[in-house]
């Protein structure tokens, strides 16, 4: 049987002076990840081809979205459309869930116009 909820803050793993992923869901309708970045790391500027949400679990740093500084602090969601550039910076150790969408929104939708 797949298991049915996971404890993600037992999940978050910090290497030092580095950066760790690990995949803790994937089906059909997406990706999600957890991210555990070392104090005074960063991402680099990238896109993805996916759109998605960043929630933050905990620390401190810097999301930047096309080209606006979001502070990172535990409880920000941030949003981004496909194809956004961003990048982050990680001050303090800090934790995040990036949630991927493999489909469209309208593709959730059960309920059909008549």
Known sequence: MTEQWKNIIEKINYSEGGITSKVVEQNTFGEVTLFSMADNTSMS?????????????EGKGTFVLEGERIPMKAG??????????????????TSFMLILRKVEA?????????
């Open 106 to 114: 309208e593709s959730f939708s059960m309920i059909k116009p008549a």
């Open 45 to 57: 500027e990238h896109t993805s081809t996916k759109a998605g949400y960043v929630y933050v679990i």
């Open 76 to 93: 920000v969601l941030i949003s981004m459309e496909a194809n956004a550039k961003h990048s982050l910076e990680a001050k303090d150790k």
